[in-house]
């Protein structure tokens, strides 16, 4: 169940119809039509349409029961801004460039399906609160829509982790063949990393948590809102503790694009491993053809563009962020226009992610993994020279020693071009008294990988027990998701 979150199609608005509207009674001139181009965000901050809607609701409410506006002005006020929802759900909501940004947009709207009543939804409300309040709620949807991707792309390694419990490949450090692993091991590495980018997105969620509504422009109104009434009505935990603070600050904003930069460094590298594993070098696994390319050129190639494009787009989202820590640097307090420039950034990176997490889900769900060929690689005797070592330590020799003698043997091997499995115990305890037997009784790899019994290792009951603690994590961050959106639901989101 994935929430929809409206996005943006960035396209440059063209001159309005209706230009030349100056801002309230004090302007003698009409604002000149490039600075009106330069100035609107409408064409972006649609994305906040639904939010700004459910905030308008929630002040109107409010100004009724608290006796600011009579309570039929209350009614026709929600029922107008319920037209206005309607109209955006069903995109037939009409954006006009000439009133600058979503709130106005909205208000305007409501002045043409309401009548003049809409005149008094603003009533101790600035567009400062308005849009620190909207974007608050933006981050909440965006942060459980990133979290169920994210939920999905486990679910997906988790399962491929199943299919592949028994499928041995060489494990890597410096890109060298190290030690073996099974692939299911390697999967829930992953699962692991992006678990650790849900609880990112969670925690962020707990600091979206107190409602700027009511800090009016940056201090506050004379007038007797109720500011615990909308806090609760939008789902927040109460009202925010400094106007200045509510109406300045970007924070919530940068945490998020914070998690989603690493988010995506972490998917850039799953990417990149699909790329080298696919390419005929390694020839570990096959993307499948709904989630590759072919070349417009080279009849023959199958191009790994989907992990391509994750890995690019990770510039991309760490970029966003750093747009925002620069914009946001040095900014004295309140509000001031250049906050505006936050929302590009921040709905780039979510929909970038959004994208990215579902598509790396649908080539990780159809890979085809050869397994043979991981075996292959990982059947390398010199994987177990490690093991070798370990064994003279269980005979007593300090590691130190056990390493320089595995290392003459392996460089004896190297240069005689040997099977390392090929030496007998004499040969052996030619480099150390301590070996108990053959290299072919000592180094066995299933053997070896099932010594590798510790908690977070690589045998095959200890990866069982990982897989099915995943799943068990999976299902209650599932079922975590399902109460948040209930509560929404209940908000009247
Ligand atoms: N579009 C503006 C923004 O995104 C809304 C707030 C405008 N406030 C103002 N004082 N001009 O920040």
């Not at 563009?305 to 989202?317: F, M």
Request: hydrophobic share 45%.
């Amino acid at each position: 169940m994935r929430k929809p979150l409206i996005f943006p199609t960035f396209r440059r608005m063209g001159e309005s119809h209706n230009r030349g509207k100056a801002w309230g009674g004090r302007f003698r001139q009409a604002t000149d039509p490039a600075v009106e181009r330069f100035s609107a965000s409408i064409h972006f901050d649609r994305a906040l349409a639904r939010h700004d809607v459910r905030g308008s609701i929630a002040h109107a409410r409010m100004l009724g029961r608290a006796g600011l506006i009579s309570a039929d002005d209350a009614e026709a006020l929600v029922a107008g801004l319920r037209l206005v929802l309607e109209e955006i759900q069903a995109d037939r909501f009409p954006f006009d460039p000439a009133a600058e940004d979503i709130h106005m947009n909205v208000e305007a709207r409501l002045h043409e399906l309401a009548g003049p009543v809409a005149g008094r939804l603003h009533t101790g409300r600035s567009r400062n609160d308005q849009v620190a309040t909207d974007l608050l709620l933006f981050l909440r949807d965006a942060a459980g829509a990133v979290r169920r991707g994210i939920g999905e792309l486990r679910g997906v390694l988790v399962e491929q982790g199943r299919e592949h419990l028994d499928t041995i490949l060489p494990g890597y450090t410096h890109l060298q063949r190290a030690q073996p692993v099974r692939l299911a091991h390697h999967w829930l590495a992953y699962v692991e990393m992006l678990g650790r980018d849900a609880t990112r997105f969670a925690d962020a969620a707990a600091r979206f948590s107190l409602a700027p509504l009511g800090s009016g422009a940056l201090a506050g109104s004379t007038l007797p809102l109720d500011r615990e009434d909308t806090a609760a009505a939008l789902g927040f935990e109460g009202p925010s503790r400094n106007s200045l603070d509510s109406v300045a600050s970007r924070d919530a904003a940068l945490e998020f694009l914070a998690a989603a930069a690493i988010c995506m460094v972490n998917l850039s590298r799953l990417a990149e491993e699909l790329v080298l594993w696919s390419s005929s070098e390694f020839g570990f696994v096959e993307l499948s053809d709904a989630y590759s390319t072919g070349s417009s050129l080279m009849p023959q190639k199958k191009n790994p563009d989907v992990p391509e494009l994750v890995r690019g787009k990770t510039g991309r989202v760490v970029g966003d962020l750093m747009a925002l820590l620069v914009t946001m640097k040095g900014l004295p307090l309140a509000y001031n226009r250049d906050l505006q420039e936050d929302k590009e950034p921040l709905f780039d990176a979510v929909h970038t992610l959004r994208d990215c997490l579902e598509v790396l889900a649908g080539a990780v769900a159809t890979l085809r993994v050869d397994v043979a060929r991981m075996r292959a690689a990982a059947e390398d005797p010199m994987l177990l020279a490690t093991d070798l070592a370990e064994i003279l330590v269980r005979e007593g020799v300090p590691f130190r020693e056990a390493h320089e003698a595995v290392g003459r043997v392996v460089g004896h091997c190297v240069e005689k071009d040997l099977d390392l499995r090929s030496l007998s115990g004499e040969d052996l305890k030619a480099f150390h008294a301590a070996f108990p037997g053959s290299a072919a009784e000592l180094l066995d790899l299933e053997r070896s990988i099932e010594a590798r019994s510790l908690t977070g290792g690589t045998a095959r009951a200890t990866v069982e027990t990982a897989l099915a603690r995943a799943e068990e994590a999976l299902g209650a961050e599932s079922a975590v998701l399902d109460a948040l959106d209930a509560r929404d639901e209940e908000t009247g989101r």
